[in-house]
């Protein structure tokens, strides 16, 4: 007996927190040396940069005794903290003579880094690079990292919060590549530039500022003299067409050197001929190198001025495609190869530009847009975010260091960048303009243009603001072109774009575009799009997305899929290049040949499941309504006198149970299809995908999304939920009744709660037509007002059927439903909004679709 108690009680224990029984942890596929770039990790003779993806341990926080073995990139699912651990073996050599530097290129979201049982560094939240240089003090010959990792996001302070619309998934854990790099005691930490042109274009005058670390100052406070010698190759060159020499004294552990170079009849890049300078950055000490840190430059002029946006000095427009690639989920294929190839099409399609929407990219992304001819839009994964948010200052505070530290570290890798302040802002708002504003300071002090992205047509200028992007989700195209040409005269057509289209391909290949949401529609709606951005001159078009990409929740408007894939891409995993909807992109996007697209018939989206439904419901109650007469007499006074009814039913009066079974299982499906109408007419609406979202709960939305997709599997569901329904409400008033002498039987508590739905019968014929009615789109808010009011009407016949059956006074029944119904629904509502900032997003979410334009 005392075993069998111990065994039940560790299960107990187990059950409780999962965590310990089994940690989820997946290993991705590594990096492999073939594709070690030694430009991008900067290895080179003098600084050396090893891998340390190997030979991890990860273990809960709770039990640091149980740890398994994993190798990097590594991923985890849930909000609980993980700890990754690994040692490292140094020879002291290394740790006395040398500067360790620990660097990752991505950790999702934050965490606690570690040297041997020291804190070193908190990473408050975001995927982009960093590195960290390693205190010669507490290092051993045997030092072991520690890194405690969460990904647990909150609504109001982190970047990105829960309620992501639209978001890649990307699962917690180190993410990608994680390097040791050893370099001199005296060292470059970074090499920062900016460039200006000549009038002609004919001369480029470098500046740069380049930081020097002298890792042995602390111990050793001698001043030391360096030259940083500086060449620049032009591609393909081993001789310098650019050189110089400058002394400094290195007096203190950090220290910036400022630096110019000129460079005459530099070449420049662009995205048809995307030519990469070698900048190779020397330390040298008592004539002898000790350091070099060798980056890629491009040279160009991207200028906006008042009227136009020019390239080298000729016009430009920027033509692209967002890239949300989900590195976590890959399996069997290495990141850096699907990022090549992914970047490789998207540059072949014919684009110029890649916005990396929702999240940071993997810097080798952004390396490889400069080597191929691709601008890369970078951004806050901020969207959506509420005013009552944006307008807190410590949120204010934490944007703002983290576009520090995201421009700081890919700035390291490219120049060729975008800085964006993040996506669907309300247009015209003050508290998001002044946010915008003070976060396009921080990117235009760091030397780059800025971009944010709307949710409706922006008219007001926003300071430091050079981009204003405009989304659009499937309107229609006769309602854009007056609503830009409002923000064209208002900011000028060389600030105004559109960030974001998006036409989901619900329907796959069909017999032409007549038929919404289909392959061909998708590919005609994009087309009119890039022909309307170019006869607007506006400064460019976003696709969303060349590719469909899976994200964190089951989308309504995306599209319901088990796996969460949205279905706004233009090609699937497949990469099948002989679809209509890429045929039609390259072409327009190379200015090749049209693309014919076939016409086809218009299919109307009208299941045959709700017609058979109501026509069988209504022949059943007419059946028993014509051949009872009891019944039909019952219904008659139930609906027209229910007050009499109710009095009969409290008098036990005979009411056939059969009957009343039978009206429950009518009324249930009646209910059970009015609701199933009702989502699948809304099952790819904007404004219930952001409602339900600002709950928090993706489980909710994936619930609610797979019935609205699903119809028949929605109304068995719903069907069930109703008998329920009608159980759940008798107990309810069944308890309540303890706290009032009169009692009253069960029986009739559930005949009350039973007959009081009898109206719904009535709806059956108008669920035939409902559908094609909410289709036709001029009476759906007609629709919803009046099942607005019948709702209350049965609402009143409920509590009428309380206070008659309980022979109470009504004015008390209606005192105190109300009381509970506002306690019930405000405690729900305080509830989330003190854990998920609800109302926050609620609110937002009707700012935003009252700005939207259809």
Known sequence: MTKVLNRLFILIILLQNPLLAQIKVTSLP??????????????????????INSEWKVYHESDPEKKVAVSIPAIFEGEEYLIFEKQISLTETQI???????????????????????????????????????????????????????????????????????FSSLSGGIIRDVYLKTVSTIHITNNLFSYSFDQNLSKAILNFKIGIGNSDFKTNSLSSDVIIRINLFSPGSTSAQSKGDFVQIISQED?????????????LWSPQTPINYLCDVSLIRNGQVIDKSIKQIAFYQLKKDATTLTLNGSSFSLQG??????????????????IKDDLTLIKNTGFNVVRFSKQFPNPYAVKLCQELGLFAMIELPINSVPEEILSHNDYRLKAARLIKNFLSS????????????????????????????????TIKGKGFLSYASFIGIQTAQIQNLDFYGIELYSPQIDEIKDQLQKSIDALGKNSVSISEVSY???????????????????????????DLSRQLKLSGIIINSLFEYSGEYASLYGGYSVNNIYKFGLLDKSRNLNTIGYKVLAAKLSGNSKVTIPIGTRKDDNPIIFIILALLLSVIMAVLINTKKKFREDCTRALLRPYNFFADVRDHRIISGVHTAILMLIQAGSVSLLMTILLYFYKSNFLLEKIVLSFGHHSLLKFISYLSWNPQVCFAVLFILIIIKFALISLVIKFASFFIKTRVEFTSISYTVIWTFLPFTIL???????????????????????????????????????YVIFDVRPMKVYIYSFFIIILVAGGVLLKYQLTSSTFYYITNSFKQYNSMIF
Request: with cysteine; proline share 3%.
């Open 30 to 51: 590594q990096n492999q040396r073939d594709i070690f770039d030694t430009i991008f990790f900067d290895k080179n003779d003098y600084r050396n940069v090893e891998l």
């Open 96 to 166: 006395q003579s040398s500067q360790l530097i620990l660097g990752f290129l991505g950790i999702n979201y934050s965490a606690e880094i570690s040297i041997n049982g020291y804190n070193i560094y908190k990473h408050s939240g975001g995927s982009y690079p960093f590195e960290l240089a390693l205190p010669k003090d507490i290092l051993k010959e045997n030092s072991v990292i520690t890194i405690k990792i969460s990904n647990k996001l909150d609504s109001e302070y982190s970047v990105p919060s829960t309620q992501r619309f639209l």
């Open 255 to 267: 220290n910036e050197v400022t630096c110019r170079l000129e460079i005459n009849n530099p070449q």
């Open 321 to 338: 495609t967002t890239y949300l690639f989900d590195e976590t989920s890959l399996r069997r294929i290495n990141a850096y190869n699907k």
């Open 410 to 441: 890919y700035s390291e890798y490219s120049n060729t960048i975008i800085a964006g302040v993040g996506s669907s802002f309300l247009p015209n708002s003050e508290i998001s303009s002044n946010f915008i504003s003070n976060q396009s300071n």
């Open 504 to 530: 989901p391909n619900y329907k796959g290949s069909t017999s032409g575009y007549l038929t919404k949401y289909s392959s061909d529609a998708q590919a005609k709606y994009l087309g009119d799009m890039i």
């Open 764 to 802: 059956l014929p108008v669920e035939l037509i409902l559908f094609k009615v909410l289709v036709n789109g001029n009476f759906s808010i007609v629709v919803i007002i009046f099942l607005i009011l019948f709702m209350l009407w049965i609402l009143q016949r409920l509590l009428k059927g309380i």
